[in-house]
């Protein structure tokens, strides 16, 4: 089992800055591909991000590429999701999820077996 926490989230006018954070406890983060997804109201949850498990098997949306960063500690069994120039169709909640390497589609919100709460980014113009 893997049990993930996100914290970071709030409130930003356009242009401005958030870290979103997804702590994972349970097991050996290392091994396993992290996504970061996001779902705004009457939506479907949207790939945002993933981080494989290794350095440079990082891969984002077109939405977000430019503005978002995904990195991982995993000394810390941390993933961080840095988001600059943000905009209001940002608004929505993200969520982080976790699955063992080669699990499938990590762009697919379906291949993921462990999710975290969720945490609010509301981006007003």
């Known amino acids: 089992q893997v049990q993930l926490v996100e914290s970071g989230g709030g409130s930003v006018q356009a242009g401005g800055s958030l870290r979103l954070s997804c702590a994972a406890s349970g097991r050996t983060f290392s091994s396993y591909i992290v996504g970061w997804f996001r779902q705004a109201p009457g939506k479907e949850r949207d790939f945002v991000a993933a981080s494989m498990t290794w350095s440079t098997g990082i891969v984002y949306a077109d939405s977000v590429k430019g503005r978002f960063t995904i990195s991982r500690d995993n000394a810390k069994n941390t993933v961080y999701l840095q988001m600059n120039s943000l905009k209001p169709e940002d608004t929505a909640v993200y969520y982080c999820?976790?699955?063992?390497?080669?699990?499938?589609?990590?762009?697919?919100?379906?291949?993921?077996?462990?999710w975290g709460q969720g945490t609010q980014v509301t981006v007003s113009s």
């Open positions: 999820a976790a699955t063992p390497y080669g699990s499938g589609n990590y762009q697919l919100p379906n291949t993921y077996n462990y």
